[in-house]
């Protein structure tokens, strides 16, 4: 145990900010590999995700929150909750907002109450990140930076980009100034504390948001029946289930002939052979569980 007994900057930040900001992409970055998964449709992200960046003189424990929204159902519910939550624990607080997107004034006036109403009571400091400046006109960040560090207190103001990794460097020594000196609270080789088994749902679970439209995201959830690696073989067999509200959704994610399963079956068979670092034989199945959302027991058999 002699990772506990050293020295070093070390600390808990939460990333939090509205769905579709970029916090799962800023997470993978500062990683430098992917544990937390990213799509382009809001609410991808269900679950708090772990990711340990250790550097020789630091570790710093990101946690991956799901985005931050008015939630009505269960679920919805349960994903806020657990990003508020990690507010109260952490050292240092990113909240991040995605820049790009031209909103109209009334819009941006409601954006920052909402901040405001969830940053009240947070003990941490809060960096507000200004994500996607790739896409931003150069001339619109100076007057940009200028009103939102009126909003609230924030530590700092950052531009950055979570895809290109444009600011990640500054953002990293702002960071290290706010956590304390520690022990590393996980090995160094340990990226995150989630299981494979965990990996494995949510990567099924991206390609679903990926390559279905509409409402079939929101609606489904995976779950792994079995996963068995064969150390001759060197090679792991993996069944798992894509659980979905309704019966009509079925068809749409098996598609003609089966097309569409096959394609997210392919697709989420290559990310997690490059995962185990090994060959993966993957199962897909389909199954409905009416409103799958609302139950509270199968909420927390998804670990909610
Ligand atoms: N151009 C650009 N796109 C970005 C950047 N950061 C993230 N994206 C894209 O924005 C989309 C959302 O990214 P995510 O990382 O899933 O966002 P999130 O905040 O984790 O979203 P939720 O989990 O739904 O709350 C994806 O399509 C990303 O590729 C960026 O800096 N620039
Ligand atoms: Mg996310």
Not at 44 to 63: K, W
Not at 95 to 104: A, K, Q, R, T
């Amino acid at each position: 145990m002699d990772f506990l007994k050293e020295s070093v900057r070390s600390g808990m930040v939460a990333i939090v900010g509205p769905p579709n900001a970029g916090k799962s992409t800023l997470m993978n970055h500062l990683l430098g590999q992917k544990i937390s998964i990213v799509s382009h449709k809001p609410q991808t992200t269900r679950n708090r995700i772990l990711g340990i960046v250790n550097g020789d003189d630091y570790q710093i424990v990101l946690l991956d929150t799901p985005g931050l929204h008015k939630a009505r159902q269960p679920l919805n519910r349960e994903m806020v909750r657990i990003a508020m939550e990690s507010l109260s624990e952490v050292d240092a607080v990113l909240y991040m907002i995605d820049v790009s997107l031209p909103l109209p004034e009334k819009q941006k006036k409601k954006e920052g109450q909402e901040m405001l109403e969830q940053m009240n009571g947070v003990q941490a400091p809060v960096i507000l990140l200004l994500n996607k400046v790739d896409l931003l006109e150069k001339e619109k960040l100076l007057p940009m930076m200028k009103r939102y560090s009126e909003l609230y207190p924030f530590h700092g103001v950052l531009p950055v980009s979570a895809l290109t990794g444009e600011g990640a460097d500054h953002l990293l020594q702002e960071l290290l100034g706010l956590l304390p000196m520690g022990p590393r609270y996980f090995p160094e080789d340990m990226p995150t504390d989630v299981s494979e088994r965990f990996l494995v749902t949510e990567i099924v679970r991206e390609k679903v948001f990926l390559l279905t439209g509409q409402e079939i995201p929101y609606s489904c959830a995976v779950t792994v029946e079995s996963f068995q690696e064969d150390t001759i073989k060197q090679m792991t067999t993996i069944h798992a289930t894509i659980v979905l509200e309704r019966g009509s959704q079925k068809g749409i994610v098996i598609g003609k002939g089966g097309s569409k399963l096959k394609s997210i079956g392919m697709a989420a068979r290559k990310d997690i052979e490059k995962m185990l670092g090994q060959k993966v034989l993957l199962k897909l199945w389909v199954k409905v569980k009416k409103n799958w959302s609302k139950d509270e027991r199968f909420l927390k058999e998804l670990g909610f």
